[in-house]
C-alpha cells in the first residue's frame, strides 16, 4: 500500500514529545481560514511512497530521537487516508516506535467502516495531537467551512479508550480569542480523562505566501499575530502550558 506524501520533517521538535520525523500527508477537507499547509488540501497532490520506504528513511534519523522521539503524521488530514495509516503504524510499532497523529478529527464517524478502522488504528497509535479549531458550532463552520459536531465526538470517544491526547488551539485574534468562547472549550476539556497537555499556538501570517501563490484569497491577510497579554490570558484559562 502507498499514500499520498506532501512532504518531510526529519528533526521536527514542536509536534509530539521529543524530536520527531514527521510525515505530512497530502489532503484535507477542512478550509481553515489560518491554514499554514494550504497546499496539502488537494487530495490528488503529493507524491506516492509506501510505508517500508517511509519507516527505512526514518530509521536513518532514529540515534537523534533520544527516549522520547519518535513518527508523526500530520497534514493535510492524515485520517483521510486511514487505510495507509495503519499499515505504517502497525509497521511502525513492530519497529518499536513511538506514534503520533496530528489531526483535526473531521472524518471521525462511529459509523462503519470508518469507526472500525479507527479502532484498530488506536491500537497502534501512542498518542495524538487533536486540534480543537473552536467550540462554538456557527463559528467553527465559518472558520473551516465543517461543522464540529463529530470533532467533539472523537474528542469523548478518545477520551472513552482512554488514549493520551495533547489538544492544540490556535489563537487567531477575532476569530479564536473570545475569552468566554474559551471557557467553554476549558469547560468540555474538563469533562476529559484524558487530556496530558493543552497548547495556545497563537496565530502567525507566514504561511501567506503559499495562499498568495495558489491564487486563493486569504481573508485574514490583515489580522496581525495576537498580543503576549492575549496570549497568556488564554492559556491561563485553558491551563495551557
Not at 17 to 24: D, K, M
Not at 40 to 67: F, I, M, V
Not at 204 to 215: A, D, I, P
Not at 217 to 237: C, F, G, H, Y
Amino acid at each position: 500500500m502507498q499514500g499520498r506524501i506532501h512532504s518531510i520533517e526529519t528533526f521536527g521538535s514542536v509536534d509530539g514529545p521529543g524530536t520527531r520525523f514527521i510525515i505530512f500527508l497530502q489532503g484535507c477537507a477542512m478550509r481553515c481560514l489560518y491554514c499554514h499547509n494550504v497546499d496539502t488540501w488537494n487530495c490528488q497532490g503529493g507524491t506516492w511512497r509506501s510505508a517500508d520506504e517511509l519507516l527505512d528513511q526514518a530509521d536513518r534519523y532514529r540515534p537523534y530521537w533520544g527516549e522520547e522521539g519518535g513518527l508523526t503524521v500530520s497534514g493535510g488530514e492524515p485520517l483521510l487516508q486511514i487505510d495507509f495509516l495503519i499499515e505504517l503504524f502497525e509497521k511502525a510499532k513492530a519497529r518499536g516506535i513511538h506514534t503520533c497523529i496530528d489531526t483535526a478529527g473531521q472524518p471521525f464517524t462511529r459509523q462503519e467502516p470508518f469507526f472500525g478502522k479507527f479502532r484498530a488504528l488506536m491500537q497502534v497509535t501512542d498518542l495524538l495531537l487533536v486540534d480543537m479549531k473552536h467550540i462554538d458550532p456557527a463559528a467553527h463552520e465559518r472558520l473551516t467551512g465543517k461543522p464540529n459536531a463529530n470533532i467533539l465526538d472523537m474528542f469523548r470517544y478518545l477520551s472513552e479508550i482512554k488514549k493520551p491526547i495533547w489538544v492544540r488551539q490556535v489563537l487567531v485574534p477575532g476569530y479564536t480569542d473570545n475569552p468566554q468562547m474559551l471557557r467553554r472549550t476549558r469547560a468540555f476539556l474538563d469533562t476529559l480523562t484524558n487530556v496530558e497537555r493543552v497548547e495556545v499556538l497563537p496565530y502567525h501570517s507566514m504561511g501567506l505566501y503559499k495562499w498568495e501563490g495558489l491564487g486563493i484569497k486569504n481573508q485574514l491577510r490583515d489580522v496581525k499575530p495576537p498580543t503576549e497579554e492575549a496570549v497568556q490570558q488564554a492559556r491561563s484559562i485553558l491551563g495551557a502550558v
